[in-house]
């Protein structure tokens, strides 16, 4: 049984704590269901104000919900829509320190003020996003963005699509 353990210190120290986790975690493991799942619960577990994680997965050219930690959400999401559909559409991470002044937001659980949300790319295809919800404004920075791309990095290594 994995059992997580939990970090204090800087930002760096949590996230390199993490990563080497989500390895340990991942290890031998290639079905997509049960590494997201894994990875939304132990991202949910080890980092701290986060009111939503999980991931969505592309499915006949729209994101639709996968394994995730928080309060339900929406389950189908258009590409270049809200803050998951645009960073398919941008092939990139984006960082939102306020959702409400994001045009377009999709507003899933009222609560959530910031969000991060990265990619999956994978051998030059989207499969899908991670996607991290805050309760606080200005939860995520550029430290979050480069650590969280390690961690997707680590799961599309571990994971078959």
Not at 43 to 53: Q, R, T
Not at 133 to 156: M, N, Q, T
């Amino acid at each position: 049984m994995f059992a997580a353990k939990r970090v204090t210190g800087s930002k760096a120290e949590i996230y390199d704590e993490l990563a080497r986790q989500l390895r340990g975690l991942l290890e031998g493991e290639r079905d997509l269901i049960a590494n997201a799942a894994n990875t939304a619960a132990l991202i949910w577990e080890l980092l701290p104000d986060l009111n939503w994680a999980g991931f969505y997965f592309m499915k006949g050219g729209e994101l639709v919900l996968g394994p995730f930690q928080g309060k339900p959400a929406c389950v189908r999401i258009a590409v270049g829509r809200g803050v998951c559909g645009t960073a398919v559409q941008r092939r990139a991470s984006v960082v939102v320190p306020d959702v409400h002044a994001f045009p377009g937001h999709i507003p899933c659980d009222s609560a959530s003020n910031s969000e991060l949300v990265v990619p999956l790319i994978k051998e030059g295809v989207v499969h899908g996003v991670l996607d991290l919800d805050s309760p606080k404004l200005g939860r995520f920075d550029d430290e979050d963005r480069a650590a969280c791309e390690r961690l997707v990095s680590h799961f599309l290594n571990a994971t078959d699509f």
